[in-house]
């Protein structure tokens, strides 16, 4: 149906019918108009697999929904850095949801991963906004080339649980447009999104469900949106109020309550009954565009989405350590396999993204056929490792080559709905962990978690392979990774640091009551590490191999530009040891010049590449303004700030062995306002300030300054021209009138100043 046809639709609608479309039928359906012709649609979560529910519906994962495949969860996608991928796994998830007549799935979610203490972490995909950004534009066109749409979430600066329905997140202008936005604006501008959710949370005290600013502003009139925006399950606080906004759809229904009030305010005289009518036409839109290309008949295979589950896993997942090439394991030799998560693996995270997986492949079970001997461990249920647990796991230790100890968070660790008060595993497999270390020197630690975690152990054992949280066929990929049947190739999304107490949101997360403040800025993650050159557990970027790979041979198409050009940056890699393997090549852009305040590096590109032993590949890259530019917040808008920048290539933010040096000139020009408060450094950086400035400099200098030979020798010692100037540039203006001797009269400065705001 074109857009004339749905305007014409409306016209034929009461203002009760109409504002009825603005909200939910039930949990999970829009609303029909069946004498018009309008159909009920559904939407599910999501984002990692269905959870389609029926009559029992909840919105936090407690009921059962059908049965259905669960792929890995963000946290795990993001480490593979591979956008083909996920849009392959997108591109599944849609074809499932064609298969079960769904209009929507409700997702990716593309909160920044600001504490390792949010519940949702691992729904979520990084500390990055531009890593964030490209996974989740890749799904989402992964999953709506299937004619499905999805709906990014949770827009936004929701990345704390805690008080997540009536907390206020306040950020300034800089921080939300450098880190908590770009994730969505990436993926709005390069895939549109047929839906957008809003978040629980008010940001700098406005619901995100009445925030005109968020929903209208910013989302449409400047990234360009076109699709629905809904509200989070019972994010919406006053409806009109989000009509006004650009809210369109309130999830889930209000069972007639918000529609009645929004026909009263219409009658009233309070709502413009236009913007009802644009709601409608911006939800009728995709719900036309699904029916009208629905596919029911196309199948779901789910035995191939298992394996195709099992492929993406194993590209997630992070090798952190390695000593003595302890992996790849030897198929013939003995190994135990230690920790229930072994024999039971937690490969998703709980509440409204939680997968009624149709079946699940377990380490143990995937290792059938291999000298592997199971012990438990530890009971996940119990939260304790009994004496004779761990008798049992140190005998196996002992009788094996290798120990493989299966561990990392059970699930009432990290959840929706609340957040983690400390970034520990569970004491009794710390415990077990390192009584095993110290039956057999050859340990090897395998983590499910969706977030760091402390690794007090770190020293005494190995190995370390970071699954997260791998989805329904963990199990299988983590032996073909750990006997190397796959190489592994995922790379930290976020850093790992020592302790919790390191973060750089520790003293503000959470806020007091229900405000919290982003305090810290735009020093998110390595944003922070880096600036403060801390030692972290593990940078972010880093992952190992059982290759090597070196990079080389950087070229920059240009050593000099404008903000306004593009640049091409190229490099070549080589896999330099014995296996085929993947290697992730970053880009990071570090401004070395200037006065602003700003990370020393920051992620503007990367590429995963395959590589056979021996094989060089160039890899290149695409820069342009915003890869240098900071949000400025006088003008309101991206600004590069001219000077020398460092381009900077590597398979880790930590290990960047390629750097170039380019020089990039400004094309816009800050607004510019002198007074008499303005001090003498930044009128003498300015050129066309100079130019009337610059004879008054020297007037003031030979006032202020004896020569040299005038002073006596106790002057000589205590102040010199350099001393002079040092001290007098951070003079006011006004400053002329006393400490010039009067030799500027008060007229002559009051001219100047003129002169100064107009040339
Ligand atoms: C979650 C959303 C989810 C919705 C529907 C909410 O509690 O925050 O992510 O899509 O429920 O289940």
Not at 594 to 610: N, S, T
Request: proline fraction near 5%; charged fraction near 25%.
């Amino acid at each position: 149906m074109d857009k004339k046809d749905i305007k014409a639709l409306i016209a034929q609608m009461t203002l009760e019918e109409k504002a009825g479309l603005c909200s939910g039928d039930d949990f999970w359906h829009t609303k029909a108009v069946e004498r018009l012709g309008i159909p009920r649609t559904m939407v599910s979560d999501g984002p990692h697999g269905l959870r389609k529910q029926d009559e029992k519906a909840d919105h936090l994962g407690v009921n059962d929904s059908i049965k259905a495949v669960c792929f890995p969860a963000a946290s795990a996608t993001a480490a593979s850095f591979d956008k083909e991928m996920i849009g392959r796994m997108g591109q599944a998830i849609g074809d499932s949801c064609q298969h079960e007549k769904l209009s929507v799935v409700l997702g990716p979610a593309v909160n920044i991963k600001r504490s390792p203490l949010c519940g949702r972490n691992f729904e979520y995909f990084s500390e990055d906004p531009y890593l964030t950004g490209k996974m989740a534009a890749a799904y989402i066109n992964g999953v709506q080339s299937k004619n499905v749409g999805t709906s990014i979430k949770h827009f936004a600066l929701n990345s704390q649980e805690h008080r997540r329905m009536s907390s206020t997140s306040d950020a300034d202008e800089r921080t939300i447009r450098e880190i908590y936005f770009p994730g969505f604006e990436i993926a709005v501008k390069e895939s549109q999104p047929w839906t957008v959710m809003c978040s629980y949370n008010r940001i700098n005290g406005t619901f995100a469900s009445e925030n005109r600013w968020l929903l209208t502003d910013v989302l449409r009139n400047e990234w360009g949106f076109e699709g629905y925006v809904m509200s989070d399950w019972g994010a919406t606080a006053r409806r009109p109020e989000g009509i006004e906004a650009g809210m369109d759809l309130e999830m889930p229904s209000s069972y007639g309550t918000n529609d009645k009030k929004i026909v009263e305010a219409v009658k009233a005289g309070k709502l413009d009954e236009k913007l009802v009518d644009l709601c409608v036409e911006r939800i009728l839109n995709i719900v036309f565009r699904y029916t009208e290309n629905a596919k029911p008949d196309t199948p779901w295979n789910m035995e191939a989405q298992h394996e195709l589950s099992a492929a993406i896993a194993a590209e997630c997942m992070v090798l952190l350590k390695n000593e003595d090439a302890i992996l790849p394991l030897n198929k013939e030799d003995a190994v135990a396999f230690i920790g229930e998560f072994a024999m039971k693996p937690r490969f998703q995270g709980g509440g409204s993204s939680h997968i009624n997986s149709f079946k699940t492949t377990s380490a143990v079970e995937a290792a059938q056929g291999l000298n592997v001997q199971y012990a438990q461990g530890y009971d996940v249920a119990k939260d304790e490792a009994t004496d004779a647990m761990i008798a049992e796991a140190v005998q196996a230790a002992k009788a094996a080559k290798v120990a493989v100890v299966f561990a990392g968070l059970p699930d009432n660790y990290e959840s929706e709905g609340y957040d983690r008060t400390h970034m520990r595993m569970p004491a009794c497999q710390n415990k077990l962990i390192e009584a095993v270390a110290a039956a057999n020197p050859n340990t090897v630690v395998v983590l499910h978690n969706g977030s760091p975690v402390e690794m007090p152990w770190i020293n005494q054992v190995k190995g370390v392979l970071e699954a997260y949280l791998g989805g329904q066929a963990v199990g299988k990929a983590t032996v073909q990774v750990l006997y190397g049947d796959v190489n592994p190739s995922g790379h930290l999304p976020e850093t790992f640091p020592i302790k919790l107490q390191d973060n750089p949101s520790y003293l503000y997360y959470g806020g007091e009551g229900n405000r919290t403040e982003y305090r810290e800025g735009v020093f998110v993650g390595y944003r922070y590490y880096d600036k403060k050159d801390m030692e972290v557990l593990f940078p972010f970027g880093f992952g190992l191999s059982y290759t090597t790979f070196e990079y080389s041979n950087l070229r920059v198409s240009k050593d000099a530009i404008q903000d306004t050009d593009t640049l091409t940056v190229t490099a070549t890699v080589k896999n330099t040891g014995k296996r085929a393997g993947k290697t992730v090549a970053q880009l990071y852009v570090g401004g070395l010049e200037g006065d602003w305040i700003r990370p020393v590096r920051e992620l503007k590109g990367f590429e995963k590449i395959a590589l056979e032993p021996g094989e060089c590949k160039d890899v290149s890259f695409t820069l342009d303004k915003r890869s240098f530019a900071i949000w400025n917040e006088q003008i309101h808008d991206w600004y590069v700030p001219g000077g020398k920048y460092e381009i900077a290539v590597g398979d880790c933010s930590r290990c960047l062995p390629l750097r170039a040096e380019i020089a990039v000139t400004s094309t816009t020009e800050l607004p510019r306002h002198y007074d008499m408060n303005s001090i003498f450094l930044d009128i003498m950086a300015d050129p066309k300030a100079m130019a009337v400035f610059g004879p008054y400099v020297n007037k003031l200098m030979a006032a202020f300054m004896p020569k040299d030979e005038e002073k006596s020798e106790a002057e000589k010692g205590a102040i010199n021209d350099e001393m002079g100037m040092a001290m007098m540039k951070y003079m006011p203006l006004r400053s002329l009138i006393s400490f010039g001797m009067g030799q500027v009269p008060p007229e002559a400065l009051e001219q100047m100043l003129s002169a100064l705001n107009n040339n």
